[in-house]
């Protein structure tokens, strides 16, 4: 769980989440624009695709290689954990 909250602590990477929360199966390529165009977020494509290995080691994104692309998409499990171990007590 270390790695998801080290993940978290980026605002970065929260912005990512938020863009794939948004809209699944993207690329780099239309994450980088799309953080751009709509969340006014200038990181070169390297920076972003460094973010995205950190957050698919913390097992918050999970990436399908189809051809020569990677979609990366969200994966809520690790988040469902943190709410369940805090949040969801009755």
């Not at 990512?16 to 980088?32: G, P, W």
């Not at 080691?57 to 998409?73: D, N, P």
């Amino acid at each position: 769980m270390g790695d998801v909250f080290k993940a978290l602590a980026d605002p970065t990477r929260r912005t990512i989440l938020d863009e794939l929360a948004d809209r699944d199966d993207q690329t780099l390529f239309e994450l980088c624009s799309r953080l751009v165009m709509k969340h006014q977020l200038d990181s070169t494509r390297q920076a972003i695709s460094q973010h995205l290995d950190v957050l698919e080691a913390a097992g918050l994104i999970e990436v399908r290689r189809e051809g020569r692309y990677k979609f990366h998409s969200i994966n809520r499990g690790p988040l469902e954990h943190i709410v369940d171990r805090w949040l969801d007590r009755p």
